[in-house]
């Protein structure tokens, strides 16, 4: 069992926006602002998609944000494009030099 | 251009040995905390091991405390991952990752390296 939780899948038609949340505790997510969203094509390395909370690292599209509130952070993919169908993986700074990650949500693009 | 290329894995058996290797090019190594990550087939992500930019300090996932050491040679643009005592669950695509230009979280990604703990 993962130590954040996350929807095992999400799904929106080419366009559309779609959310996928993250929920944790006030031990990881609703204790620091560290919370990075990684994006994972099928036999891929993960790809940071977003930064303390909601910043994005150069090269990835502003159709990407990210929001928190208390325990619960989420990522927003808006106007979807058939490349953004991939797994996403919610992680959090734990304290302690630790970090946490969710079970990953599988975005599919219909 | 920023690479990481994790090498080492292979077939283990339970309760054996292994030493993963991750070469570092294209930024200043010795400046920035390395990570070792790691993914069970079909499942998701799990931080294993940290370490500190000149080595002093180490960190290490609860579940496999005392079975890990994570190590690094500036010298060498590498950092190692020592796994002892190995078993089945431990079998996992184990990837290196660096923290260079975003805080808190990993940006640069090896491609990973397969362990596979079987009999």
């Known amino acids: 069992q993962s130590a954040l939780t996350q929807p095992p899948s999400a799904s929106g038609s080419p366009g559309q926006s779609v959310t996928i949340s993250c929920t944790g505790t006030?031990?990881?997510?609703?204790?620091?602002?560290?919370v990075a969203w990684y994006q994972q094509h099928p036999g891929k390395a993960p790809k940071l998609m977003i930064y303390?909370?909601?910043d994005r690292p150069s090269g990835v599209p502003d159709r990407f944000s990210g929001s928190k509130s208390d325990n619960t952070a989420s990522l927003t993919v808006s106007g979807l494009q058939a490349d953004d169908e991939a797994d996403y993986y919610c992680?959090?700074?734990?304290?302690?030099?630790?970090?946490?990650f969710g079970g990953g949500t599988k975005l599919t693009v219909l | 251009e920023v690479q990481l290329v994790e090498s080492g894995g292979g077939l283990v058996q339970p309760g054996g040995s292994l030493r993963l290797s991750c070469a570092a090019s294209?930024?200043?190594?010795?400046?920035?905390?390395m990570s070792w990550f790691r993914q069970a087939p079909g499942k998701g992500l799990e931080w294993v091991a940290l370490?500190?930019?000149?080595?002093?300090?180490?960190y290490y996932v609860d579940s496999m405390k005392g079975r890990l050491t994570i190590s690094r040679d500036n010298a060498k643009d590498s950092v190692y991952l020592q796994m002892n005592s190995l078993r089945a669950e431990d079998t996992a695509v184990y990837y290196c990752?660096?923290?260079?230009?975003?805080?808190?979280?990993?940006?640069?990604w090896g491609q990973g390296t397969l362990v596979t703990v079987s009999s």
């Open positions: 990752a660096s923290s260079i230009r975003t805080p808190w979280s990993w940006d640069y």
């Open positions: 294209g930024f200043t190594f010795s400046n920035n905390w």
């Open positions: 370490i500190k930019p000149d080595g002093s300090d180490k």
């Open positions: 006030s031990s990881d997510v609703g204790g620091y602002n560290h």
């Open positions: 303390e909370v909601s």
């Open positions: 992680s959090s700074y734990a304290g302690a030099r630790h970090w946490v």
